[in-house]
């Protein structure tokens, strides 16, 4: 197999994002880029220089209706969705070029998916802060689980504090007992049923930046177009708060010693091109 460049890598993301978009333009689903991918679409009009992959948004709603979409309809990419995949226990989607592999040794779900487009749905919370906090907050020892449950072997996190160490172990060794799929229904069952006119801040549960995440219902209500490597995809309207809330000066560039691809694992052709 022959690996993947940094613009080989993008390419096929381009690509992914492509027919992604245009399905969603033709189904009428919105979503917005998201993260490191909607700060490099304000800051640099396309990838962040050192990045090597693409994260999307999307409303519960139009997330499930994407997935049932993929179900009916045949498309150059394949999907991972815990809701139709055997064995995948992440809580966010992906859709990914058959034709590329990554090779690692460390999550059991990445196993599925070569280079792939990161879906993330949206969901609605409470009226007020505190306590759509306190709903975040009652998923995260399910959600620590959830997260070694898909590691195929405990490692050393990069910490040397020995009292945490003890606790990720403890975690991994509980989930080898624990059932993926329901951990997720579990977890998922604590909010996702929340409605729009019940709440007034949502986020996305699973994002890596937790409670930055809960934000203000209104950010995910409009959408525009903005330029990503040349192309129009779907931004939130008000992606200046969205960024600003995550990221802060989110126009600064971070330290040289940060500028680094966000995959610690080579991705390669499956077949030959």
Same mark, same amino acid.
């Given at each position: 197999?022959? %690996? ?17 978009? %245009? ?28 990045? &090597?992959?693409? &994260? ?7 997330? *499930? ?5 993929? =179900?009916?309809?045949? !498309? ?20 990914? *070029?058959? *034709? ?22 949206? &969901? ?6 505190? !306590? ?15 997260? !070694?449950?898909n590691w195929k072997k405990?490692? =050393?996190?990069?910490?040397?504090? =020995? ?77 200046? %708060? ?32």
């Amino acid at each position: 197999m022959k %690996e993947l460049t940094l613009d080989e890598i993008k390419e096929v993301l381009i690509e992914l994002l492509e027919e992604f978009d %245009e399905i969603c333009r033709k189904e009428g689903l919105n979503y917005s880029l998201g993260g490191g991918s909607a700060i490099g679409a304000v800051r640099h009009k396309g990838f962040i220089p050192w990045d &090597d992959d693409i &994260d999307v948004a999307m409303l519960r709603k139009d997330y *499930n209706k994407f997935i049932e979409y993929c =179900k009916t309809h045949k !498309t150059t990419f394949k999907t991972c969705f815990h809701e139709t995949n055997s064995n995948y226990y992440l809580m966010f989607g992906k859709v990914y *070029n058959p *034709n590329t592999k990554f090779i690692q040794d460390k999550v059991i779900s990445a196993d599925q998916v070569g280079i792939a487009l990161d879906i993330f749905p949206i &969901d609605y919370l409470a009226k007020d802060y505190d !306590t759509s906090l306190k709903l975040y907050k009652k998923s995260e020892f399910l959600r620590n689980l959830l997260l !070694t449950k898909n590691w195929k072997k405990y490692y =050393k996190g990069k910490s040397d504090n =020995k009292i945490l160490e003890i606790g990720r172990w403890m975690f991994f060794a509980l989930s080898r007992f624990l059932n993926g799929k329901k951990l997720i229904e579990k977890i998922e069952k604590i909010y996702i049923n929340n409605k729009k006119e019940n709440a007034e801040f949502a986020m996305c549960v699973c994002g890596v930046y937790e409670e930055k995440e809960i934000m203000s219902k209104k950010i995910y209500d409009e959408y525009m177009d903005i330029e990503f490597e040349g192309k129009n995809y779907m931004i939130f309207t008000k992606y200046d %708060e969205y960024l600003r809330q995550m990221f802060g000066d989110y126009m600064k560039l971070p330290p040289k010693e940060k500028q680094k691809p966000h995959h610690e694992y080579p991705a390669y052709w499956v077949k030959s091109k």
